[in-house]
């Protein structure tokens, strides 16, 4: 049997489904008690056999009339990424990668998400610290929303930096349904003269489906060693929806300061990432503006995001590539071109110095320091042969919430039992890792350890998890709850 129908076996049989632990009144609109499904395949239109979690967030704080209004459509098209590489799939407004919101530090946001696909869905502003009931996860903040309905998220657009929007239900990440959210800063510590959005991600030519126990996954790729992992079977990485034998070209000049805005909107891959023939600033971490970093190169996680400004000093054509850490497709590519050079871009070539987290120095603050008042020690593991990931030997939905209180200073010390890299997400807060800020962390395997510190300051049931979607699908995810 799939993960997802195991989980529901044991959730029955249990009576640990998420309910048993929310002790808060009216869910949402279907009423009742009982297991929640879990993040699941996201295909179903609905799932009657299963009441919401008695989870209900705070109700929202009346924000002033939007400054920016858009719709957002979620439907099934035909998407191209290249000469003869097509593919049906999920995209937002029939395109993938969906459209750029781009807004201005402190504006009112409404995007009005039309449902038109054969299956609920929900969207999620990645990394913004909005109310809780505009979160966009299914089951926690929201109902999900069935096929043919709306819904409407409202949000102030801060703080500024580099987002993303996606769907959170079940595997709909990985059909496609992302995009880029930019919230442009009223006063930038950096100087520049243009900016460019670079989207990766990893690409599968069918429908994606669970990792099961037996080793294999569903879509025909063969799993790992007890405790290792399987990536799903991808025909290519991409850079802005485009395979790299199909590269989109940035025409440059010399002389110009480009500004970088990386995304990494992918489902199991984390990318290596370095341009040909130049150095990179790093700028901004998750959205969150730091001292400036020179590198030759950097890695990061999926849901990670960072910004660099590059001095276009060395004229010519240039790759700029981003390699899967562990994988063996083709790297993500595009072609950094300055007028007047044709010819075949040059690759770059791997080394150099590259970026640490403890390189990243924030130049805003949180207001965390000395003991904290609460501290979570949670493990990272997978449960021996059987595909189910844990958060501290509890699977997702049947975990216990993480309680807190609004005010505290929370900390969390997470050690990796596991082989494998966990990017771990928070929603609705940054937190401090030595001196940086960010949403998501990459945790190394082999017992690699983080300690990360927030501050309680936006109530409501947030989620926590590994923003490896088929890590998060199998359990790798706890709620925070503010009691």
């Not at 102030?156 to 496609?176: I, K, N």
């Not at 880029?180 to 510590?189: A, F, G, N, S, V």
Request: aromatic content about 10%; hydrophobic content about 30%; proline content about 9%.
């Amino acid at each position: 049997m799939t993960d997802f129908t195991r989980r529901r076996f044991l959730a029955a049989f249990t009576g640990t489904g998420l309910s048993a632990f929310a002790g808060c009144a009216t869910p949402f609109s279907r009423g009742g008690r009982g297991p929640s499904p879990p993040i699941g395949e996201g295909d179903q239109d609905s799932d009657e056999t299963f009441n919401p979690p008695t989870y209900t967030p705070p109700e929202p704080t009346p924000l002033p009339d939007p400054d920016v209004k858009r719709t957002l459509r979620a439907t099934a098209a035909t998407i191209t990424l290249g000469p003869n590489a097509t593919s049906q799939s999920w995209v937002y407004d029939g395109q993938y990668v969906g459209p750029e919101l781009r807004v201005s530090e402190g504006d009112i946001v409404e995007v009005a998400l039309q449902n038109d696909l054969p299956a609920v869905t929900t969207t999620h502003w990645h990394g913004i610290p909005l109310q809780n009931a505009m979160d966009g996860v299914p089951y926690v903040t929201q109902d999900p929303v069935t096929r043919g309905s709306s819904f409407t998220y409202t949000f102030r657009a801060e703080p500024p930096g580099t987002y993303f929007y996606h769907s959170h239900v079940g595997l709909q990440l990985d059909r496609g349904l992302l995009g880029p959210l930019i919230i442009e800063e009223d006063d930038p510590h950096i100087d520049y003269d243009r900016e460019f959005t670079v989207i990766f991600d990893d690409y599968l030519n069918q429908p994606p489906e669970p990792l099961s126990d037996d080793g294999r996954d569903g879509m025909g790729g063969m799993g790992g060693m007890m405790g290792s992992d399987v990536r799903p079977p991808y025909t290519g990485l991409l850079a802005d929806g485009r395979l790299p034998s199909n590269p989109r070209t940035l025409d440059v000049a010399e002389g110009e300061r480009i500004r970088f805005r990386f995304v990494n909107a992918a489902s199991a891959t984390e990318f290596r990432t370095r341009l040909a023939g130049h150095q990179m600033t790093v700028s901004h971490v998750d959205g969150r503006p730091v001292d400036p970093v020179p590198v030759d190169e950097f890695v990061f996680g999926p849901g990670e995001r960072y910004d660099a400004v590059v001095e276009l000093t060395n004229p010519g054509a240039w790759q700029l590539r981003a390699a899967a850490v562990k994988g063996d497709e083709s790297p993500a590519r595009l072609d950094v071109r300055y007028g007047g050079h044709d010819g075949t871009p040059q690759a770059p070539d791997w080394g150099g110095r590259r970026l640490q987290y403890h390189d990243l120095h924030a130049r805003d603050k949180i207001s965390v320091s000395g003991s904290p008042d609460r501290v979570y020690d949670l493990t990272l593991s997978r449960a021996g042969r059987s595909y189910t990931w844990l958060i501290d030997g509890q699977a997702y939905p049947n975990a216990e919430p993480l309680d807190i209180r609004e005010g505290e200073h929370v900390r969390f010390r997470l050690r990796n039992h596991s082989p494998v890299t966990h990017p771990m997400h928070l929603h609705g807060h940054f937190f401090r890792v030595g001196d940086a800020l960010m949403d998501t962390i990459r945790v190394p395997g082999h017992m690699g350890q983080v300690s990360l510190d927030f501050r309680a300051d936006n109530p409501g049931n947030w989620l926590f998890h590994c923003h490896n979607l088929y890590h998060l699908e199998s359990g790798m995810a706890r709620v925070i709850r503010y009691v």
